[in-house]
């Protein structure tokens, strides 16, 4: 019989490419200052277009959070509430 897999199996199926996440790497070396870095969405996707021609969004490649967090990040994302654009969304990165 067929289980449900559990919300961490979920979670953990998500294949971010390799690419995507040498982007935020790259992006967290330049943005680390005084234990945080601020990324915003912008900035990840105009880096990712230098070199690919892949959409990010349809993919859900932007979904990278769990990774970090895994990885010993505290990762926090921040948006305009819908119908408002009056920021850019944005990560936060902290040490946990």
């Known amino acids: 019989m067929t289980k449900p897999i559990t919300p961490d199996e979920a979670e953990n199926a998500k294949e971010i ?4 996440i ?7 070396k330049r ?13 990840i996707i105009r880096e990712f277009k230098k070199t690919q021609g892949v ?5 859900w490649w932007l979904d990278f959070e769990p990774l970090y967090r895994n990885a010993g990040w505290e990762v926090i994302y921040e948006s305009p509430g819908y119908n408002e654009d009056w920021y850019d969304p944005y990560y936060r990165f902290s040490r946990k």
């Open 22 to 28: 040498q982007v935020i790497n790259k992006l967290l």
């Open 31 to 43: 943005n680390y200052r005084n234990g945080y870095a601020t990324i915003k969405q912008s900035e």
């Open 55 to 59: 959409n990010l969004f349809e993919n």
């Open 17 to 20: 490419p390799d690419n995507v």
